[in-house]
């Protein structure tokens, strides 16, 4: 089975701070995604990244970076948190070789973050 | 670009009933389409996957959904609720052949009354 782990399940940061949400996938994936989730909003994705020290901004990627060292994490770092960032935090991975499983996004449990 | 809408973000179903969740997409060329699953404090779990193949496409539960190319819908139904199907259910729409992205709807949350 696929398994994609998220460093937290729950967060509580103060503003200001720098904060670290780690991702690791098992599956030798090559594509790894970050979204958030909130109420009546859906998942909106912030980065992408489809190989190593690769990234491509998504939709709302203000506020947010991404590194991604190793194939297998993906790391999403606030660099100063601000309270309109509480949110559930969804990591995802898909795979890139031909198959009826490509493209198929696999997603962690979330970890959600609340920013005082 | 890609752009999915759910009718509907709350449903309230039987047990025993009918369920249908609508989708609704807008694509500029012939799409993949995708439902998933969220249950309380978890990520999202695939439910099926629609990818130019057969146009009704079966998946996971009892789940299963029919792309129709001229209503551009791929609305998910299942025949006969049950209670562990309450849950949030996502729509997505990627471009296909390559495209890894997922534009995702706003949800449907999925109430089951005993």
């Known amino acids: 089975d696929v398994k994609v782990t998220q460093s937290s399940r729950y967060l509580v940061k103060r503003t200001g701070e720098k904060v670290f949400l780690e991702c690791v996938q098992d599956m030798d994936h090559e594509n790894m995604f970050w979204y958030r989730q909130d109420p009546g909003l859906g998942l909106r994705l912030i980065y992408f990244?489809?190989?190593?020290?690769?990234?491509e901004k998504g939709d709302i990627p203000e506020g947010y970076s991404v590194s991604r060292e190793k194939k297998e994490r993906f790391s999403l770092i606030l660099e100063s948190a601000s309270t309109n960032q509480t949110s559930m935090y969804l990591c995802a991975s898909s795979s890139r070789i031909q198959g009826k499983l490509r493209e198929t996004q696999y997603f962690g449990p979330g970890t959600r973050l609340l920013v005082l | 670009a890609q752009s999915v809408t759910q009718l509907g973000s709350h449903v309230s179903v039987s047990e025993g009933a009918l369920v249908l969740l609508r989708c609704n997409y807008s694509?500029?060329?012939?799409?993949?389409l995708f439902w998933y699953v969220q249950y309380p404090n978890q990520g999202l779990q695939l439910l099926l996957k629609y990818t130019s193949a057969a146009t009704l496409v079966k998946g996971i539960n009892g789940f299963e959904a029919e792309f129709k190319k001229s209503e551009t819908s791929f609305h998910l139904t299942k025949p006969s609720a049950h209670m562990s199907d309450a849950a949030e259910y996502f729509c997505?729409?990627?471009?296909?052949?390559?495209?890894?992205?997922?534009?995702f709807g706003t949800g449907t949350r999925l109430t089951i009354i005993p």
């Open positions: 990244s489809y190989d190593v020290k690769m990234k």
């Open positions: 997505a729409v990627s471009a296909g052949g390559g495209n890894e992205k997922l534009t």
């Open positions: 694509s500029s060329v012939p799409p993949y």
